[in-house]
């Protein structure tokens, strides 16, 4: 790791350069996926209650993402165009920023759902006993110790702006091995291992997290200073307001779209509650096994991200619209794929983590209606990768909430119009399909006036 190199995004072959960038990074993608699985796996052995509960406490989970994002991306966004400007100390000052604001979003958030855990899981209207304790205990750890998570998901970004996305898969991979290992000892119990079903879960998830950290902490240790201005950047030492208020200028609305977005699903999750504890574990494992998709896509965005905002600060435009066409073509083809084996095979997917026939007949219908928007999703959070890249985070809220907000008057329509929750899902698909679209047209015209 100490004679990892950082990519230079601003010349030679578009696909080779945007491919060694985004290979690691949609590994690490599919590393993340399989952190899930296997948590949902094991955990389903528990049954549908389990798999509720932890589906409700990982919703917070999911909502801490928005706060971090607003680090991360004004972080990533900054350190990228600096690179590619030339200009290290301005990169070393904006990843400084980006890690002290990490820290302190990590602790507050941290301290909320800590305090108000009860009124947070209540939200969820859960009358079920197991599946309200589950919540609980699935939240207070994982949401308790999320700033290893965090700090993950900043340091992952400033690695990316850089052109270093190996560093944080081989961290990612070394996380995966020891989740694999303890899901089973904590969750069912094995040898001296307790049985801690749900709560062992989630202490697995957190130690893999905090391994993954160590790892990226080793890897940045051991850098050469002129590979990586994560090498003693002084990261507690003061930064100018400047560097804070330009990554909030392109963070706030990233962080804004992923709060909203995750609050939004958190009503439809509320929604499907009414239909019972199954449904609600259908949306969260269905949610699961569909990020082979967007997880890959928005591993490949990150990439994208990196590559545009280094091109743009070095003045290559042509770059800019070539990179992103080449991955148009990529993420449309692997969305198709998704697509086909999601209507081609949703009940072997299904029986793969239910048990019980009714749940079982509803995580088929959800898997082929949600197929059906696979590939328009994938182009989106690509767009989004690349739009941000230029800066233009505003714009991807806007189009991002306004869209995704629709999903809950579309899904109230279409249960009421004898659709059941098959109408959420036909919500979730429709509004997918929209912004696909929207945002391919977006970028067009954006990239047009560079």
Not at 3 to 30: C, E, H, N, R, Y
Not at 179 to 202: S, T
Not at 255 to 268: E, N, R
Request: glycine content about 10%.
């Amino acid at each position: 790791m100490s004679k990892t190199k950082k990519l230079d995004l601003t010349s030679g072959p578009i696909l080779k350069t945007l491919t060694a960038l985004a290979v690691p990074i949609m590994a690490s993608a599919f590393l993340g996926t399989a952190y899930s699985i296997t948590d949902m796996a094991w955990i389903g052995l528990l049954g549908s209650k389990a798999v509720a509960g932890v589906g409700i406490g990982g919703m917070y989970t999911w909502l801490s993402q928005g706060l971090v994002s607003l680090a991360r991306m004004g972080g990533q966004v900054n350190v990228a165009q600096s690179c590619g400007k030339n200009e290290r100390e301005e990169a070393k000052k904006y990843a400084s920023a980006s890690v002290q604001l990490t820290v302190l979003f990590g602790i507050l958030f941290a301290a909320v759902c800590v305090i108000f855990v009860h009124p947070l899981i209540r939200f969820f209207n859960i009358n079920d006993a197991q599946t309200y304790e589950c919540a609980r205990s699935y939240m207070l750890i994982t949401c308790g110790l999320i700033i290893f998570s965090y700090l993950n998901f900043t340091l992952t970004g400033l690695f990316t702006a850089q052109g270093d996305s190996k560093t944080p898969f081989l961290a990612n991979l070394a996380g995966l091995v020891v989740n694999m290992i303890l899901d089973p000892l904590l969750i069912i119990g094995y040898g001296p291992f307790p049985r801690l079903e749900v709560a062992g879960a989630a202490i697995a998830t957190v130690s893999a997290q905090a391994l993954v950290l160590a790892v990226l902490i080793w890897g940045i240790l051991r850098a050469k200073p002129e590979n990586n201005v994560l090498h003693n950047p002084g990261l507690f030492s003061p930064v100018s307001a400047m560097h804070y208020r330009s990554i909030c200028r392109i963070g706030v609305p990233t962080a804004l779209q992923g709060s909203v977005y995750c609050m939004i699903s958190m009503a439809l999750t509320r929604m499907v509650g009414v239909f019972g504890p199954g449904a609600v574990a259908v949306q969260r494992v269905g949610g699961q096994i569909e990020s082979l998709c967007w997880n890959t896509a928005d591993g490949f965005g990150a990439a994208l991200n990196a590559f545009v905002g280094q091109n743009y600060g070095a003045g290559r435009k042509d770059r800019i619209r070539k990179g992103y066409h080449i991955s148009f073509r990529v993420l449309a083809a692997w969305g198709l794929f998704i697509t086909a084996a999601f209507m081609l095979f949703p009940e072997p997917i299904s029986r793969m983590f239910f048990y019980e026939a009714d749940v079982i007949e509803i995580s088929v219908s959800y898997l082929v209606i949600i197929g059906i928007g696979e590939a328009f999703m994938s182009i989106e959070l690509m767009t989004v990768g690349a739009l941000s890249g230029l800066g233009k985070t505003k714009i991807c809220s806007i189009i991002s909430i306004i869209l995704t907000g629709a999903r809950i008057p579309l899904a109230l329509l279409l249960t009421n119009a004898g659709l059941g929750i098959d109408g959420i899902w036909w919500a979730l698909t429709i509004s997918s399909i929209a912004k696909g679209i929207l945002f391919y047209i977006t970028f067009q015209r954006i990239s047009s006036k560079l």
